[in-house]
């Protein structure tokens, strides 16, 4: 199968062909037509995780059709139509046990640790997997664990956003704040979008944001708000916007932080949250559960998928400059020709 492969960190990144994946007895190969470029793997490129493994297969955004099933394998058969979490839980713990597998510490990461999605095919366990219902574009199956199942459990189970609440989105116009104000509506919110370059700021009004925010003080913006702010802010952006969300929320506020784009330590104004009660909760990647919200979703048609750009195997290294030089909106997919 063809395949591209990450040499090392700052290294070459090639395609090649590769021996086709076997299951083990726990396992599945699925044949994909597309996958996700994740600004995670923009950042094992550059070194910042340390626990991966070089030369690799980079990636971690799958779906596709069953086309092989390990020996053990109960709840799936070959032509099933199926999406992965973007990482292996152990299946185990007290985490993988009460549903929580996101939170899993000993779980194997695709294209860091396990070889990953940039590839025809990919093989996973099957606890790993989840089931793509009927009218869901291949676009939304392959971005449900990575991207619209991430919002969703920081929106959802992270955030715990009601109906009617006021929803600050930053970074809105990357590949993950462009579908989490989807998400947000879909979810009931008034959704306030903040990015800082105006020709996104058009097409996210296409997006149903109820309000766009396009100064770098986007927290005076909304100041004049019930209880003086947002009811939840997601930060998908990090250093560059990390206080003026803090500074948007209304006492009780909370903010949510994913995404950390530029992986910095921030400054934490202690007496600000405590006086306005504020809470601030991480939120990292997805439950199979939160998958399958997501995936409804999409089928229902709340989610639309933004795409800027398909590429191909041999294009990688070109689609990973283009997303650090954010000329994109929306999310770049790797066309996998089978
Ligand atoms: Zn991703
Ligand atoms: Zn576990």
């Known amino acids: 199968m063809k395949a591209a492969i990450m040499e090392g960190i700052k290294g070459d990144i090639r395609s090649t062909n590769l021996q086709d994946p076997e299951p083990a007895d726990d396992e599945i190969v699925i044949r994909q037509k597309l996958t996700g470029i994740c600004y995670r793997d923009l950042l094992t490129h550059e070194g910042f995780f340390p626990r991966a493994k070089f030369p690799i297969v980079p990636g971690h955004e799958v779906s596709g059709i069953v086309v092989r099933t390990g020996k053990s394998v109960k709840k799936f058969k070959v032509g099933d139509r199926?999406?992965?979490?973007?990482?292996?839980?152990?299946?185990?713990?007290?985490?993988?046990?009460?549903?929580?597998?996101?939170?899993?510490?000993?779980?194997?990461?695709?294209?860091?640790?396990?070889?990953?999605?940039?590839?025809?095919?990919?093989?996973?366990?099957?606890?790993?997997?989840?089931?793509?219902?009927?009218?869901?574009?291949?676009?939304?199956?392959?971005?449900?664990?990575?991207?619209?199942?991430?919002?969703?459990?920081?929106?959802?189970?992270?955030?715990?956003?009601?109906?009617?609440?006021?929803?600050?989105?930053?970074?809105?116009?990357?590949?993950?704040?462009a579908h989490a104000v989807q998400v947000a509506k879909a979810l009931g919110a008034n959704v306030y979008a903040y990015t800082s370059s105006k020709w996104k700021a058009e097409k996210l009004q296409e997006l149903g944001v109820d309000h766009l925010l396009l100064s770098d003080e986007f927290d005076r913006e909304v100041k004049g708000l019930p209880g003086g702010g947002i009811d939840l802010a997601l930060d998908t952006v990090g250093l560059p916007t990390f206080s003026r969300?803090?500074?948007?929320?209304?006492?009780?506020?909370?903010?949510?932080?994913?995404?950390?784009?530029?992986?910095?330590?921030?400054?934490?104004?202690?007496?600000?949250?405590?006086?306005?009660?504020?809470?601030?909760?991480?939120?990292?990647?997805?439950?199979?559960?939160?998958?399958?919200?997501?995936?409804?979703?999409?089928?229902?048609?709340?989610?639309?998928?933004?795409?800027?750009?398909?590429t191909d195997l041999d294009h990688v290294a070109d689609a990973y400059t283009m997303m650090k030089t954010k000329k994109n909106l929306g999310r770049i997919l790797i066309e996998l020709k089978n």
Do not use: W
């Open 82 to 177: 199926v999406a992965s979490l973007i990482y292996i839980p152990c299946g185990k713990c007290e985490y993988c046990r009460s549903g929580r597998e996101n939170l899993c510490p000993n779980k194997q990461t695709l294209g860091e640790t396990v070889q990953g999605s940039y590839a025809e095919m990919v093989k996973v366990p099957e606890r790993c997997l989840v089931r793509v219902p009927p009218g869901v574009p291949e676009e939304l199956a392959t971005i449900s664990a990575c991207v619209t199942g991430m919002v969703y459990h920081a929106l959802s189970v992270s955030g715990q956003v009601l109906p009617g609440e006021n929803v600050l989105v930053t970074g809105a116009g990357g590949g993950v704040g």
């Open 245 to 310: 969300s803090l500074r948007s929320l209304k006492f009780g506020g909370r903010l949510v932080v994913i995404g950390n784009v530029q992986p910095v330590p921030v400054e934490l104004p202690l007496g600000l949250i405590i006086l306005k009660g504020n809470r601030i909760e991480g939120s990292i990647s997805s439950t199979r559960k939160d998958m399958k919200k997501a995936l409804e979703l999409s089928a229902k048609g709340d989610i639309k998928p933004v795409i800027s750009e398909k």
